[in-house]
């Protein structure tokens, strides 16, 4: 089983910044790629960035630029740096994390519990 744990949330003015973490722990084979979610309320999930085991990274159109997400394999940790922050970027923040596990050699998904950002105008 692996453990999922979010922080960095937090109120922000629009053009402020954030750094969210995903630290990740347990029993697991390795780590393969790892991303960040949202999800305002009313709306579906949506992938705000991915990054690859071998570091290659992935980003919704409206963050480029102003997102930068970033892992620190040693640690089983992974960040999202937000810059330029905008009242649109509100959202709860998911942190996904796909494993493969020792036993199986199988790929798993598993979610964190979600940290509030949020922006104000």
């Known amino acids: 089983q692996v453990q999922l744990v979010e922080s960095g949330g937090g109120l922000v003015q629009a053009g402020g910044s954030l750094r969210l973490s995903c630290a990740a722990s347990g029993s697991f084979f390795s780590i393969e790629t790892m991303g960040w979610y949202r999800q305002a309320p009313g709306k579906q999930r949506e992938l705000v960035a991915t990054i690859t085991s071998g570091g290659t990274t992935n980003y919704r159109d409206s963050v480029k630029g102003r997102f930068t997400i970033s892992r620190d394999n040693a640690k089983n940790t992974m960040y999202l740096q937000m810059s330029s922050l905008k009242p649109e970027d509100t959202a709860v923040y998911y942190c996904?994390?796909?494993?493969?596990?020792?036993?199986?050699?199988?790929?798993?998904?598993?979610w964190g519990q979600g940290t509030q950002v949020t922006v104000s105008s």
């Open positions: 996904n994390v796909r494993t493969i596990a020792t036993a199986t050699m199988r790929t798993y998904g598993y």
